[in-house]
């Protein structure tokens, strides 16, 4: 980038928008996960017009663009690993409508999620996607990780709450994609292609979203499991027994004992394993479902189920779930979070793959994650200074997408690709995947201007 182009920066945004000083480009230089890649200049456009003339600007002159949110992601999406500058969207952050009529709600890319489930939920509708990160996280961020959350099990993902968006290709011509309508067919399902798109093949705007009616009961209970796989089957059992809880969390005894040490909420951390469930909707359903739900856990050698009494109690189950992966992060100085995830019915086989490579290459992995999708955050606790450690890290990280693959499942549950799961791409997708995916990324993008370096290797 030269001052010219950073010049031209400034006349579309103003001066203060065009971050270039070494404490600003430090903070944009990270994710949640990954090493600095500092970027060279950080853009904040205000509104639609201004994003595109800056793409405009890029494409012209072949400069690298990194499309970012909150910078929560965790395989290196919105970090400018090629250099070029950040495009923050997250001063376009207006909740512009809610149709309470259509159950749709309009928003820029940069509304926190959970500032769109506060405002929904006060008219009495819910958004279900609900990622852990969802304090920070934004609606852009989601869309572009056709992000999961804790109620994706009963809910679904991001992907099934787009209706419609607005943005700008990567050679800066506006596009509109799906439409308001409960029904639409016509032409290409772009609105489906851009979700999940990280950032590489267009930038969002505009977002039209689907809400559901809020559930009216709900119901959390907490239950300590001897062991993972014990665990792991009684998630087999419940859902095989019919019954669909809104949410259903895993976490291992490393992990308990790290929440436990970090917010002490009094979790039972001789556990080998907890479950964390919630059901939802009317009072009738929520009683059965929890009380069938509770007896299957312990058939499955459950020793103890606690239903929460209260809110304050639900609260607290729900509070120690989110703070996993920040707990687990105070434990050693390096952090490693994969995002395997196998078909339901294989999670048990994968938690005990798991438990065998760690001990087979002596390391410290705690792993929690939404059983109830099949999705585990295996997370390796090390320190990047040691090599021969992190050559063993490296290792089990091939080890666990690989054993991964084998059972049917993928490399990433909701995480993404970014630049850090490239390599493990091309065995889950094969050859005729990767080149159609390669023919549309040069078909929009053929200078490579948007997010360089992710998705391919
Ligand atoms: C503690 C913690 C818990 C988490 N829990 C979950 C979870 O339960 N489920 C889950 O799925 N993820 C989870 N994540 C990962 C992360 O929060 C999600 O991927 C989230 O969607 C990222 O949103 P963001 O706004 O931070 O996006 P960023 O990290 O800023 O960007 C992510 C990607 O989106 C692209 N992007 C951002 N905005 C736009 C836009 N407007 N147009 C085009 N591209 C854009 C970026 O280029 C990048 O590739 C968690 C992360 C943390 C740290």
């Known amino acids: ?67 970012r949110g909150a910078g929560t992601g965790l395989s290196g999406g919105s970090v400018a690993s090629h250099g070029g500058f950040i495009l923050d969207l997250c001063r376009m952050n207006r909740l512009l409508d809610i149709d309470r009529e259509n159950l749709l709600a309009t928003v820029e890319p940069g509304v926190v999620t959970a500032d769109l489930h506060k405002a929904v939920e006060a008219v009495g509708l819910m958004y279900p996607p609900d990622p852990g990160s969802m304090k920070v996280s934004t609606i852009g961020g989601n869309v572009a990780e056709n992000a999961g959350g804790l109620r994706a099990i009963k809910y679904g993902v991001t992907k099934d709450y787009i209706m419609a968006l607005e943005g700008v290709s990567p050679t800066g011509e506006f596009f509109t994609a799906g439409a308001r309508t409960m029904k639409s067919v016509s032409g290409y399902d772009l609105a489906r292609l851009m979700c999940g798109s990280e950032g590489t093949l267009g930038v969002f705007t ?50 308990v004992k790290a929440v436990e040490e970090f917010k002490g909420l009094g979790l039972p951390t001789d556990a080998g394993a907890l479950l964390l469930l919630e059901v939802d909707g009317a009072q009738s359903q929520v009683e059965e479902e929890s009380s069938q739900a ?20 639900r609260d607290r189950i729900w509070e120690g779930r989110r703070a996993a992966l920040a707990a687990l992060t105070r434990v050693r100085p390096t952090t490693v979070l994969e995002d395997a995830t196998v078909p339901r019915s294989a ?26 999708d099949g999705n585990l955050h295996p997370t390796i606790l090390t320190d990047e200074r040691d090599h021969e450690e992190m050559a063993r890290v490296e290792q089990a ?6 054993v991964a693959l084998k059972l049917g499942g993928t490399v990433s549950g909701e995480h993404g690709i970014g630049f850090s799961k490239a390599r493990y791409l091309p065995a889950e997708m094969g050859e005729g995947r990767m080149n159609m995916m390669r023919a549309i990324k040069i078909a929009l993008d053929p200078k490579g201007i948007l997010n360089p370096g992710k998705v391919f290797e």
Not at 9 to 34: M, N, P
Not at 294 to 313: F, G, L, P, Y
């Open 206 to 255: 505009k977002i039209v979203l689907k809400l559901i009616p809020l559930p009216k009961h709900r119901r959390s209970a907490l239950a300590s499991f001897p062991t993972m796989e014990d665990a792991a089957r009684a998630v087999s059992g419940i859902i095989s027994a019919g019954i669909m809880p809104a949410t259903l969390e895993i976490m291992d005894n490393v992990t």
């Open 1 to 67: 980038m030269n001052e010219q182009f950073i010049w031209k920066l400034r006349k579309v945004v103003g001066t203060q928008f065009v971050l270039l000083s070494a404490e600003d480009l430090i903070c944009y230089g990270y994710d949640a996960q990954h090493v600095e890649h500092r970027p060279e200049a950080v853009v904040r456009p205000a509104n639609a017009d201004e994003v595109q003339e800056i793409i405009r600007l890029a494409n012209e002159d072949g400069v690298a663009c990194t499309p």
């Open 347 to 372: 999670l048990a086989e994968m938690v005990h793959a798991v438990n065998e490579i760690a001990e087979r290459h002596s390391l410290m992995i705690g792993t929690f994650g939404h059983a109830g």
């Open 397 to 402: 990280i091939d080890e666990i997408f690989e």
């Open 294 to 313: 509770a007896e299957i856990m312990k058939e499955h050698k459950a020793s103890n189920v606690q239903v929460a009494a209260d809110a304050d109690e």
